[in-house]
């Protein structure tokens, strides 16, 4: 038991570490904007900060999917859900948890395909910047895997425990669902 509470310990500090990357990456396009703009009153040039507030962009959207999943921040019909007993509910969110958890790793497979081939081409960005790509992808992949993670986890907790792990936060739950 004790090595359950430990992977499920590292879990959510996973999910919690991804959360506060995708902040950080947020605070990174704001400081983006704020030195392009002082550039730009100071009539300097700042070249390839729309492409890399673009990766920041990227970047923060994947990397907030798992802590976002958890703490019921993504939308979920769950009309149907709190319509049928107990134990179709458990199959339905079987079966969701199910095709989500596949089409993601699916894309994960893509996903680092798509980042090798970059890396191997040795392929750059259009703009001014001239990034390699692979770079900025990769944090686009590293989301991936870490939803991939999330979406297993909880496929796992509802097979095994009958619900999914997720909380809802306040504000869903004022809303009168």
Same mark, same amino acid.
């Given at each position: 038991?004790?090595?359950?509470?430990g992977?499920?310990?590292?879990?959510d500090?996973?999910?919690?570490? @991804?959360?506060v990357?995708?902040?950080?990456?947020?605070?990174?396009?704001?400081?983006?904007?704020?030195?392009? *703009?002082? &550039?730009?009153?100071?009539?300097e040039?700042?070249?390839? @900060?729309?492409?890399?507030?673009?990766y920041? *962009? &990227? &970047? @923060?959207?994947?990397?907030?999917?798992?802590?976002?999943?958890?703490?019921?921040?993504?939308?979920?019909?769950?009309?149907?859900?709190?319509?049928?007993?107990?134990?179709?509910?458990?199959?339905?969110?079987?079966?969701?948890?199910?095709?989500?958890?596949?089409v993601?790793w699916?894309?994960?497979?893509y &996903?680092?395909r798509?980042?090798?081939w970059?890396?191997k081409?040795?392929?750059?960005?259009?703009?001014?910047?001239?990034?390699?790509?692979?770079?900025?992808?990769?944090? *686009?992949?590293?989301?991936?895997?870490?939803?991939?993670?999330?979406?297993?986890d909880?496929?796992?907790?509802?097979i095994?425990k009958?619900d999914?792990?997720?909380?809802?936060?306040?504000?869903?739950?004022?809303?009168?669902?």
């Amino acid at each position: 038991m004790a090595l359950l509470r430990g992977l499920r310990s590292g879990l959510d500090l996973l999910y919690l570490i @991804a959360g506060v990357l995708a902040a950080m990456c947020l605070v990174a396009i704001l400081g983006l904007i704020v030195v392009q *703009m002082l &550039a730009r009153w100071t009539g300097e040039v700042f070249p390839g @900060a729309p492409d890399y507030a673009g990766y920041a *962009m &990227a &970047a @923060a959207s994947f990397l907030a999917f798992a802590n976002a999943l958890n703490r019921g921040s993504h939308i979920r019909v769950s009309i149907l859900l709190n319509a049928v007993p107990d134990g179709l509910r458990r199959w339905i969110e079987v079966w969701c948890f199910g095709i989500g958890t596949a089409v993601m790793w699916y894309f994960v497979w893509y &996903a680092y395909r798509f980042v090798y081939w970059s890396w191997k081409f040795n392929d750059i960005s259009q703009g001014q910047d001239r990034t390699p790509l692979w770079i900025p992808q990769s944090a *686009m992949l590293l989301g991936a895997v870490i939803l991939a993670i999330a979406l297993t986890d909880h496929l796992i907790h509802v097979i095994f425990k009958g619900d999914h792990r997720i909380t809802r936060d306040l504000a869903d739950q004022s809303h009168g669902e």
